[in-house]
């Protein structure tokens, strides 16, 4: 089946900063979506990207579906965005492990 | 547009004991997903349907697992002669398989055995 990895496993940022999270994957894939898991559980969803790159607020993502892999930025964190981010892909969704984001203030 | 419902929220039950979970998809979404999650690790997919049929299921979900959608609406999980290692977070999904692929999930269902 497909590997996803995420990196880095954890990430402590201060307040202001800006980040890169990166998903790398072991296979073409016609489904990749970024979730935020916040800390009650819920998946929210974050963006729908399969390829190509899409801005939404504070946060952007692009997946460059040739060299399998895919990048969630986020600017000028706030400390509502710490939590768990999720990389999940194909049809069936596999996860990779997560990257955990803690914005100090 | 209502989401994906999940119930019960929380379920501790005693090992050996039977349980069942509900989820009820967003509307019109033809695929559902079934989904678990322990600690500190993503979700790992358990099985799907489209409409009423049952077309995957992972080597994950043992004969104690049961899933079905009868009607293809609502699902249910049904796990038999529970044990420790089954607690976890279920998860539900759904997405309108027309195409986009984009899954919704539930707010899950947390179970602890005994």
């Known amino acids: 089946g497909i590997q996803v990895e995420q990196s880095p496993p954890d990430l402590i940022l201060q307040e202001g900063a800006n980040s890169t999270l990166r998903c790398n994957f072991s296979d073409s894939v016609n489904n990749l979506q970024w979730f935020h898991q916040n800390p009650w559980g819920q998946l929210i969803n974050l963006f729908y990207i399969p390829s190509g790159t899409k801005q939404n607020g504070r946060l952007s993502a692009t997946t460059v579906a040739t060299e399998r892999y895919s990048l969630l930025y986020i600017s000028s964190s706030q400390t509502t965005d710490s939590g768990v981010y999720f990389c999940a892909v194909g049809g069936k969704s596999t996860f990779g492990d997560g990257t955990t984001l803690t914005v100090k203030p | 547009d209502t989401g994906v419902s999940q119930d019960p929220r929380h379920k501790i039950t005693k090992r050996g004991q039977n349980v069942t979970f509900r989820c009820d998809p967003i509307?019109?979404?033809?695929?559902l997903y079934w989904y678990r999650q322990t600690l500190g690790q993503g979700p790992e997919f358990l099985t799907y349907f489209q409409n009423e049929a049952q077309l995957e299921k992972s080597r994950l979900l043992s004969d104690r697992f049961s899933a079905e959608r009868p009607k293809g609406s609502f699902s249910t999980l049904e796990i038999q002669r529970t044990e420790q290692g089954d607690s976890a977070m279920y998860l539900c999904?759904?997405?309108?398989?027309?195409?986009?692929?984009?899954?919704?999930f539930g707010p899950g269902t947390r179970l602890t055995v005994t």
């Open positions: 999904a759904s997405s309108s398989g027309k195409g986009r692929l984009e899954q919704y």
């Open positions: 509307s019109e979404h033809n695929r």
